[in-house]
């Protein structure tokens, strides 16, 4: 399983239920590596997304027990939620936030994409600094470009043990 996230230079993630920085380059990089797989999130997250609509080209599971939606696939729990992502193929699967999840799923997850930010966006919320993460490697990192008027690089990190769905 993967990840896919932006993040300041301080690893920040959001505010107010929303990204910090809606990046031209980086939408198109998300709707690559998304498009066809499964996306996770939660249900912030999905309320979040344009129309608080799911993303169309790709299976949407959403973890929430406080609202039900027939237009994504539904759990409660996170034994649940493990369970299922167990019946994918989990190099097609991309946990997509928030904050919870993300922090949630990372031991599980193999590689994580971070865009990274050159700019302190004044979050809320935070990812893990993968940096400082002993299971954790950078084995990429893009030239850096510009974005919206911000300094972005694209990074791949690889987690060295990820745990398995089921134990």
């Not at 399983?1 to 993630?13: L, P, Q, S, Y």
């Not at 799911?54 to 039900?68: A, E, M, Q």
């Not at 004044?122 to 300094?151: A, I, M, S």
């Amino acid at each position: 399983m993967k990840a896919i996230v932006v993040v300041d230079k301080n690893w920040g993630i959001g505010k107010k239920n929303d990204l910090l920085f809606h990046l031209k380059k980086d939408m198109k990089f998300f709707k690559e590596q998304t498009m066809g797989n499964v996306v996770v999130m939660g249900g912030n997250t999905l309320l979040s997304l344009p129309g608080a609509k799911p993303l169309p080209g790709r299976t949407n599971i959403v973890i929430s027990d406080v609202f039900k939606r027939d237009d994504v696939i539904m759990v409660e729990t996170f034994p649940e939620l493990l369970q299922l992502l167990n019946t994918y193929d989990s190099d097609k699967l991309f946990v997509m936030g928030g904050a919870m999840l993300y922090k949630t799923l990372l031991p599980y997850c193999d590689t994580v994409y971070a865009t990274k930010v050159d700019a302190d966006g004044h979050p809320e919320v935070y990812y893990e600094n993968l940096d400082k993460l002993e299971n954790w490697e950078c084995v990429y990192e893009g030239e850096p470009e510009e974005d919206e008027g911000y300094t972005i690089r694209f990074t791949t990190y690889k987690n060295k043990s990820p745990k398995p769905f089921v134990e």
